[in-house]
T-cell receptor, first 118, second 111 residues
Framework: NAGVMQNPRHLVRRRGQEARLRCSPM?????VYWYRQLPEEGLKFMVY????????ESGMPKERFSAEFPKEGPSILRIQQVVRGDSAAYFC????????????????FGQGTRLTVV | RKEVEQDPGPFNVPEGATVAFNCTYS??????FFWYRQDCRKEPKLLMS???SGNEDGRFTAQLNRASQYISLLIRDSKLSDSATYLC????????????FGRGTSLIVHP
């Protein structure tokens, strides 16, 4: 059972270009989370998706950032017109189901995509 | 007040020492608590869940204090390989389950 797969592992973009980050959750997992980690900082929640639905995007910047999790294929985090401040590690995590009445649902992380904007 | 707060450290301890980290959280309705470990430039990995009754896994002990809204991690007999950042994770209750991370506490174990 492959783990959470993210690609690319490293991405370099010039200012103004678009960045597309991909995340394939673990088999059987229908919930995907995206986090951003700046150097020397913690993981900041960005968006929570289920298949074809954005459940919570309260951590997403209002402009230039979007996310999707289509019925088929990986989840995509898209950053338009990148700026230097977007340089960070972007981690995707998946879990099998929403907690609901279930406690202690572990989230499994991919290895991350390190975005560098030059 | 931040949702999840941790002392960033670093905690610098000799091999064999016992070290403890605390983490406080702001949402009294939170139900799920974890400690993750993150090595430099790697993804976070689950270290252990934290149960209401407290739980132990080898050299690691986690405790939850709901009244004071903090969780703790105790590491006994520290090894060099324990050097890492320890992340406190609490669910953002009140709607969807969203794991919310503290900034992390850095541990350096030296010979």
């Amino acid at each position: 059972n492959a783990g959470v797969m993210q690609n690319p592992r490293h991405l370099v973009r010039r200012r103004g270009q678009e960045a597309r980050l991909r995340c394939s959750p673990m088999k059987g997992h229908s919930h995907v989370y995206w986090y951003r980690q700046l150097p020397e900082e913690g993981l900041k929640f960005m968006v929570y998706l289920q298949k074809e639905n954005i459940i919570d995007e309260s951590g997403m910047p209002k402009e230039r950032f979007s996310a999707e999790f289509p019925k088929e294929g990986p989840s995509i985090l898209r950053i338009q017109q990148v700026v230097r401040g977007d340089s960070a590690a972007y981690f995707c995590a998946s879990s099998p189901q929403e907690t609901g009445g279930l406690l202690n649902t572990e989230a499994f992380f991919g290895q991350g995509t390190r975005l560098t904007v030059v | 007040r931040k949702e999840v707060e941790q002392d960033p450290g670093p905690f610098n301890v000799p091999e064999g020492a016992t070290v403890a980290f605390n983490c406080t959280y702001s949402n009294s309705a939170s139900q799920s608590f974890f400690w993750y470990r993150q090595d430099c430039r790697k993804e976070p990995k689950l270290l252990m869940s934290v149960y209401s009754s407290g739980n132990e896994d080898g050299r690691f002990t986690a405790q939850l204090n709901r009244a004071s809204q903090y969780i703790s991690l105790l590491i006994r007999d520290s090894k060099l390989s324990d050097s890492a950042t320890y992340l406190c994770v609490v669910d953002r209750s009140g709607g969807s389950y969203i794991p919310t991370f503290g900034r992390g506490t850095s541990l350096i174990v030296h010979p």
